[in-house]
């Protein structure tokens, strides 16, 4: 390992959601920790069923 390369925990300086986290602490560790927003998820199956929509898996 070079000198240039540094390691990153999971701390609150590098996560998304540092602006709107009641418990932020720059360089604490955190286990909500995530790099950057989630992807979008699709349509919940079990809702669309119950609605009696075509659910395809």
Do not use: H, I
């Not at 790099?35 to 075509?54: F, H, I, L, Y």
């Amino acid at each position: 390992m070079t000198d240039d390369v540094k390691a990153y925990a999971p701390d609150c300086d590098r996560c998304w959601l540092k602006d709107v986290c009641e418990d932020a602490q720059p360089g604490s560790f955190c286990t909500m920790w995530v790099s950057r927003e989630p992807a979008a998820k699709g349509p919940d199956p079990n809702e669309q069923w119950r609605k009696g929509e075509d659910v395809y898996f």
